[in-house]
């Protein structure tokens, strides 16, 4: 049972998942949606991709039943049988397997995601080492604010902003306990800055990392095909569009966060080796960051590339017309299910002889049996041996055929109608099969008349009308100039953002941005700059150290031992005392000094006038 199992899911898996990622693309593409609404088609399609070569639809449809219609006299219709006896020889199937070969696949399947099992192990450690090893980060407080209020938008907390040597681009780390990691030597202004921090609060708001590390452990049966690298790619692009939206919504305007976007891939070195922007330590996290495997371009494409308004009617018409193409593809790909088969040595048939089976009379020749003899000669050329199987019905009777001699058998059924029986022996036969035969022909007749019943109702045809209508609509939308200028102004617009990207000046500016991105890696790999770094480091660990000697801890308690008497001295009722005294003795000097001045002043009037200087009596 697994090994059927393990089969019918790789071989469905090989052909099934380019389906899911070619339906996506198609939908992501032309569905006209929202970077959200990509990031969720891509991520369905992902999950259909594991999921669909599971499923199966074999146990869901009706299965096949003799078909019956009602024709003309002398008129000969040929249906399939669902069942006949005695049974004929079984169907040679599609292909087979050997059971060593499913074992072999199965095998290396399951080494395939031992070792990517063992990737999202060490992605956990190294996620946890970055946190360990980073500090707190000094952020400007235009920065912080910004971040704060995107959060509180959102009604979620702002996590821990760290800064880390070990990466080299803002990421976030952490799938229950989110932290924004930036490199330690980021050197940006505050624009750029904040557009970088509300790139990473969007993948908090949106808990991209452990919607990344799901997605991870989902695909590990999956992990082996290379479809699964195109769905992934398109998940990862849609996921940055959406933050991107949610970045640019908090800032002025997407064309300054397209600005800021440019100007820290060139402060980060990210220009046309955004691929590969990241650390290894990152990508060894399965970090999602600013500038992860994303590209560049298609982001500031998307972001300065105007919006053409639809209404909402042209809006749901495509929407609907890609979800119908997309599940009509994903319906197929689970209609088409494969079963495989495992080889096996095919048993001996016993052949009855001929002298043990009784003659029977040949019947007159009526349309039906023309028909028999007619098949019966073609299937006697060589090379053409079709295997006979149907029912004929007319006025005359009903003619089940289940063999391919062409032996008749004829009785009168309890309908009152001529039964004749076409099959590979000449015996006659059973009562059982009789019954059997006219069932399968009753119930043949019963639903030729059901089904006729039914395109004839007034509801189907009503349904056919409404269909017809709405066709028309439909297709009279898509031809009115409306529609067409809309589509003539999307392609302007496309072929003005793609010359926009081909110009020399864009491309000098990447050429520019990868230049100096390649500078700031080999200032980063000269021997000066890790000396410097050394250096940096050795006095870190010298001033850590001398925090945390016993000597300054002693400096540390006796300040504030002598910070506590000081303030118990001035609490004090003495100190308050000596207070009133020196605010007693100072307005009492001040009194003097004024007594004073008004007796010079008035000294210096009665000279001024002339008159007799009196001396106070002492």
């Given at each position: ?262 100007s820290l891939a060139q402060t980060l070195g990210a220009g ?64 088409l299910h494969v079963t495989p088969v495992f080889a096996q ?211 540390i308690a006796a300040a504030k031992t002598a910070g506590e ?54």
């Amino acid at each position: 049972m697994i090994q059927h199992a393990l089969a019918a899911y790789l071989i469905n898996a090989a052909w099934q998942a380019p389906v899911a990622a070619l339906a996506a693309a198609l939908v992501a593409r032309f569905a006209g949606l929202s970077p959200k609404g990509r990031h969720r088609v891509w991520l369905a399609f992902l999950i259909a991709a594991v999921l669909l070569p599971a499923v199966s639809l074999e146990g869901v449809l009706p299965r096949a039943t003799p078909t019956v219609a009602r024709v003309a006299p002398n008129a000969v219709v040929e249906a399939p049988l669902a069942a006949a006896s005695p049974p004929a020889a079984a169907a040679q199937p599609a292909f087979s397997l050997a059971p060593w070969a499913v074992w072999l696949m199965a095998g290396l399947c399951a080494a395939t995601a031992v070792v990517l099992i063992a990737r999202l192990a060490a992605a956990s450690l190294a996620a946890r080492r970055l946190v360990r090893e980073a500090t707190p980060a000094s952020l400007p407080a235009e920065a912080r604010q910004a971040v704060e209020d995107l959060a509180r938008a959102h009604g979620r907390a702002v996590p821990p902003v760290l800064a880390s040597a070990a990466v080299a681009s803002p990421a976030v780390v952490g799938a229950l306990r989110p932290v924004i990691l930036l490199p330690s030597d980021l050197d940006v202004g505050v624009d750029a800055l904040r557009a970088a921090l509300l790139h990473e609060m969007a993948h908090v708001l949106r808990r991209d990392y452990a919607v990344n590390l799901a997605c991870e452990v989902l695909t590990l049966p999956l992990s082996w095909h290379p479809a699964l690298l195109g769905l992934k790619a398109g998940v990862r692009r849609s996921r940055e569009l959406a933050c991107d939206a949610i970045a640019a919504s908090a800032m002025a305007s997407q064309k300054t966060y397209a600005q800021c976007l440019l100007s820290l891939a060139q402060t980060l070195g990210a220009g046309g080796q955004t691929q590969t922007a990241c650390g290894g330590s990152t990508q060894a996290a399965l970090a999602v960051g600013l500038f992860g495997r994303s590209d560049l371009e298609d982001r500031l494409m998307h972001l300065m590339t105007p919006k053409d308004a639809e209404g909402p009617f042209v809006r749901a018409a495509r929407a609907c017309g890609l979800a119908a193409v997309g599940a009509s593809l994903l319906g197929s790909a689970a209609l088409l299910h494969v079963t495989p088969v495992f080889a096996q040595p095919a048993p001996a048939q016993a052949v009855p002889p001929a002298a043990a089976s009784p003659t029977v009379p040949s019947q007159p020749a009526t349309p039906a049996t023309l028909a028999a003899d007619q098949a019966q000669h073609d299937a006697a050329k060589p090379g053409l041996r079709p295997h006979r199987g149907g029912i004929i019905f007319n006025d005359q009777g009903v003619t089940p055929e289940v063999g391919d001699t062409g032996h008749q058998h004829s009785w009168t059924a309890a309908s009152g109608k001529t039964m004749t029986v076409v099959d590979d022996s000449d015996a006659e036969p059973t009562a059982e099969q009789k019954t059997h035969w006219e069932a399968v022909a009753h119930d043949a007749e019963a639903r030729a008349d059901a089904a006729q019943k039914l395109v004839n109702s007034p509801e189907f045809k009503a349904r056919i009308e409404k269909a017809k209508a709405e066709a028309a609509k439909a297709q009279a939308m898509i031809s009115s100039p409306e529609f067409k200028a809309r589509i003539a102004k999307a392609q302007a617009d496309g072929r003005a953002a793609e010359a926009m990207v081909n110009s020399p000046e864009f491309k000098a500016r990447i050429a520019k941005a990868a230049s100096e991105a390649a500078q700031a890696q080999k200032l980063v790999d000269s021997p000066e700059f890790k000396a410097q770094i050394a250096r940096a480091t050795a006095q870190a660990q010298a001033a850590q150290a001398m925090v945390n000697s016993p000597a300054f801890k002693a400096q540390i308690a006796a300040a504030k031992t002598a910070g506590e008497e000081v303030r118990k001295y001035i609490d004090s009722a003495e100190f308050r005392a000596e207070m009133a005294q020196a605010r007693a003795e100072g307005q009492a000097a001040r009194d003097e000094m004024r007594r004073e001045r008004n007796e010079e002043m008035r000294e210096r009037r009665q000279e001024e006038s002339g008159g007799p200087s009196t001396t106070p009596t002492p």
